[in-house]
């Protein structure tokens, strides 16, 4: 009795490819959430002075060819007051106004954000025909 | 009957004013959002998320992100990263007692976790702020 396989020389050829295959599909969608993260961000910080719109960068980095890592940065010096408040606050005038309340809109718009690409990710995980257990949240 | 999901915020600042080594650090107290206008040395606590695990008849698990931190003005004298490691200490894999909840977990969120920045007073800019601690996630799952 014998069984004879079909197509296992493709099998081992996608194998051999899959990580980058995977690499590369999982970095359209990383970088496809940093943006979107970014333009949310932009359109959301106030537009007084808009230091801290204009200071919103996606930064991709090197993790070499099977990693993928980008970051959203809020690079303005008022970008930890915005987020996380103040103790004081003056105007564009120089009156002092108290407190400036925390606006936390940068985790709050990341961490969705994060949630979503979690699901894309094990969708082309399961694309890719693997089987995908458990949450990454 | 429906949960009070305010009883979690109450928790979480119940369970920092009740530690004497944490007030000794922070004696001016523990606040939601905002502290008294004379306060130099105290904690800020503040709803960052919410989101709920949804079953047919409700909600299954309420997962809070809270901000934590320590704000000691400088010239005080206080210690802001020892009060910021005081709060680390008693909530990242601590617990806590919710009224109306069954308690999961609290712990310091894998991402974004820490805070920490220096504020130049908008009056008086050799007037320095410190502000130190992290985002914890409290996870509580309603009683009845």
Redesign the interface.
Known sequence: MSVQWHGLDELREALKHLPADLAADAGAIVDDTAEAVADELRFDYPERTGNLAESVRVLRRDTGQFGVRVQVRSGSKHA??FE???????THLGW?RG?M??S?L???T???A?FAMYDRLKAMLVAHGLMVTGDAD | MPTDSSAIDDALIAKLLGDATLMALTPDGVYM???NPRAQRFV?V????ERASMVFEGRAIEDT?Y?V?A?I?VASGGNARAAAARIDELLDEGTLSVSGYGFMAVFRDD??GR?R?T?I???DKETR?Q?RGG?YRVQVSPLG
């Open positions: 930890w007051l996380e408040g103040s103790q004081t606050r003056q002092t407190r309340p925390a936390h940068f985790v709050k990341a961490q969705p994060r | 959002d905002e502290a800020i503040s709803l960052v998320t992100l901000s931190k704000v003005l991402d974004d805070i920045y504020e007073d908008a009056a702020w502000h985002r």
